[in-house]
């Protein structure tokens, strides 16, 4: 008698298990380990116990504001949209529902990695070509975007700037100084520099000059070039190496610190070689002066910012419009996040919402 049964015909033997990687602890902390988070699909129960404590799965994005923002785009059934940051896909979600059953909307994203995904997720949540177009493009090039698929312009336009929190999270993409990962921050990382190669070259007056200019760090000139100092004999290439060297600047300049203070530093000059290895402001500047060629008559705009430079280049483009004839309106005061929002995503407090409406 055979030690086993033959197999059926036309089934495939199973193949051996493989057991779950094990992690120290109760719960993962390794973003590679926390399989549950990063399949939400098969544990919806897990996911939701995640979301309830106010943190954000592994792999994903809360999208911010979401009510204020459709109150703002007043998006109507027909109407054509365009999400310029698509992100994860939250806001898109929200609109596309709104704009249902004979509305569009033409969805943006420069990220190569993310951009598929949140592409695949949107057509197996229903929404085929003829309801949701995705491009791949950074959302200053919006005005080619709409000549290439033959329209004059959008009833609503939303640009939900910064990065996600799948780039943050994911130590792959470089942007984390919580675990150690390639020195990186570029938010398509096909386009040079890398902040490793940024760092490398960069000036001890440039790079002072985005310290202060693009996160407001006090101790910039000192930082720039005391990290132009060290480069010389070990050249940046890891987070935490980068992390390290700003603590250890930190603590020579200001003995009489406070050690909690250190990680905010770490932050602020983390986001300040970000927007420049990605050229964010640029980016912006250039996406603000082709806005309303991009709007219809009567077209609205909502523009959601995480940091004092985006802002304050939001509300500077948005009043000049107004003065200009441009604009119709324009938010006079910022929308935020309220209490119950803020508890429960913490990432939204920093977030700021302004809003204009094309003159017809």
């Known amino acids: 008698m055979p030690d086993s049964a033959p197999t059926p015909p036309g089934d495939a033997p199973p193949g051996p298990h493989v057991r779950r990687v094990r992690y ?42 979401v009510a204020e923002i459709l109150g703002v785009l007043a998006l109507r059934p027909g109407e054509l949209a365009v999400d310029c940051t698509l992100g994860f896909g939250g806001h898109a979600q929200a609109m596309l529902a709104r704009l249902a059953p004979d509305g569009r909307l033409i969805g943006l994203d420069v990220d190569p990695v993310e951009h598929p995904k949140t592409t695949a997720r949107l057509r197996a949540a229903g929404w085929g070509e003829a309801a949701f177009t995705a491009v791949r493009s950074n959302f200053a090039a919006l005005p080619a975007v709409l000549a290439s698929l033959g329209l004059d312009g959008a009833d609503a336009i939303l640009a939900d700037l910064g990065v996600s929190s799948m780039q943050l999270d994911d130590p792959a993409r470089g942007f984390t100084f919580k675990t150690d990962c390639p020195l990186d921050l570029r938010l398509n990382p096909s ?32 930082l720039a070039r005391g ?30 610190r406070d050690p909690a203070e250190d990680d905010d530093c770490v932050r602020r000059v983390f986001q300040a070689i970000r927007i420049a290895v990605n050229d964010e402001f640029g980016t912006l500047e250039l996406f603000l002066r082709r806005l309303p060629s991009c709007l219809r008559a009567g077209g609205r705009v909502a523009i959601l910012t995480f940091h004092s430079g985006e802002d304050r280049r939001v509300k500077q483009a948005l009043r000049e419009g107004v003065r200009a004839g441009i604009y119709a309106s324009a938010s006079e005061e910022v929308g935020r996040a309220g209490p119950e929002e803020r508890r429960d995503n913490p990432r939204s407090s920093s977030a700021k919402l302004r809003w204009a409406v094309r003159a017809g």
């Open 24 to 65: 120290a602890g109760k719960h993962p902390r390794r973003f590679a380990d926390k399989y549950k988070e990063l399949q939400p699909e098969r544990y919806a129960a897990d996911v939701a116990k995640v979301l309830a404590s106010g943190k954000t799965p592994a792999g994903t994005h809360r999208p911010i504001l």
């Open 191 to 222: 386009r040079p520099p890398s902040a490793a190669e940024w760092l490398a070259r960069v000036s001890p007056d440039t790079l002072a000059a985005a310290l202060h200019d693009h996160a407001d760090e006090p101790d910039a000139a000192a």
């Open 227 to 256: 990290l132009v100092a060290r480069r010389a004999d070990t050249p940046f290439t890891r987070t935490l190496q980068l992390a390290s060297a700003i603590r250890d600047l930190r603590a020579a300049h200001r003995p009489r």
